[in-house]
């Protein structure tokens, strides 16, 4: 507002100027201090506006700020790994029940005999062969032999029933016997997720209790089962009956070969000392076979004596039986079972 003041106030000073200018001096001196007044009101109001007008500063305004836009994150859902179960070669399963007899905890007296089953069922991808063995991991023994043959082939998916024969110990006590099979390499495998646990059989000892004096027992001797098991043979095979292994590495060990296809059809030859004798139909005992005569002469026959039994006493000098089970695909299926020497 005082700028607007000193405009109009210059501005009428220059009308009033002009005005004076149009009449007539009287004299020089007259026009001199006119012209002098006005060059000094002139330069009085320019100096009074000029302050006023360098005096307003510009203002810059800062440049507008640059957005830059956010890029934007795509979020991607990891895809989900499903993990691929192998299943191994060897791998049992418990069959139901386990159990068969003698559930854990089952009371016996000291010396007492019994005989343990399994279930077990074929839950991996191989199919268990006569090569195949229940045998004794950890634990008591029981008095039972360490190795016991299947006594049958298991497909996958199939269920087996397992028996080893025992003796409970003579001390009172709880005892536990662990078991695993074996594959015809010697490799252990059992149950669970990874096929590493054994099963077992749990007893506990306990003393008969009677009011009255037992009678005297008489005692008999009970023979001792060194091994069982079965085989497949086919053409040209060798079996060792001290072992239970078909073909073995050392020739010194092998009882008999086996022959089909010649005449006659069957052939089943002794080797390193091993003797026998067909005994028939009936299942013979150990004192059966020790009493009965043999022979290392060849057993040969055109069909095959199915339920036939034979004794023998093999190469290390142990006596046993045999058992011709049939023929099938090429293969004479056998059972056998071998005693301890007292």
């Not at 000094?40 to 100096?47: C, K």
């Not at 009956?241 to 002794?270: C, K, R, S, W």
């Not at 023998?312 to 005693?339: C, H, N, Q, V």
């Amino acid at each position: 507002m005082e700028r607007m003041k000193k405009v109009f106030l210059f501005c009428m000073i220059l009308i009033l100027l002009t005005a004076c200018a149009g009449k007539p001096a009287s004299t020089a001196e007259t026009d001199g201090e006119v012209t002098a007044v006005e060059q000094t009101t002139t330069s009085q109001v320019i100096a009074d506006i000029n302050p006023t007008l360098t005096g307003i500063s510009t203002q810059t305004l800062p440049p507008a700020g640059t957005w830059t836009p956010v890029p934007t994150l795509e979020h991607t859902r990891p895809s989900v790994q499903t993990p691929t179960a192998e299943t191994p070669c060897d791998l049992a399963a418990a069959g139901h029940p386990i159990d068969v007899t003698i559930p854990d905890g089952t009371v016996l007296e000291p010396g007492e005999t019994f005989s343990k089953t399994w279930r077990l069922e074929n839950v991996g991808l191989c199919k268990w062969s006569r090569q195949y063995a229940v045998v004794l991991f950890s634990g008591n023994s029981l008095n039972a032999y360490q190795t016991n043959y299947l006594s049958q082939e298991v497909e996958p998916g199939d269920v087996i029933d397992v028996t080893v024969d025992m003796e409970a110990p003579l001390a009172t006590g709880s005892y536990q016997s662990n078991w695993m099979l074996s594959n015809s390499a010697g490799e252990l495998f059992g149950i669970g997720p990874n096929g590493d646990a054994p099963f077992w059989v749990q007893i506990e000892v306990l003393p008969s209790i009677t009011d009255t004096p037992a009678p005297t027992a008489t005692v008999t001797s009970t023979p001792v089962v060194f091994l069982t098991g079965g085989a497949d043979l086919g053409d040209g095979d060798q079996f060792d009956l001290d072992g239970g292994e078909l073909n073995p590495g050392d020739a010194t060990q092998v009882d008999f070969i086996y022959q089909v296809g010649g005449d006659p059809t069957h052939v089943l030859m002794t080797m390193n000392g091993t003797a026998w004798v067909v005994y028939g139909e009936l299942e013979p005992t150990l004192g059966d076979c020790e009493e009965a005569t043999m022979a290392g002469n060849a057993i040969s026959f055109e069909e095959v004596p199915t339920g036939t039994y034979v004794c023998y006493l093999t190469s290390d000098s142990l006596p046993g039986r045999m058992l011709i089970e049939g023929f099938e695909e090429g293969k004479l299926a056998l059972s056998f079972l071998t005693w301890a020497v007292p």
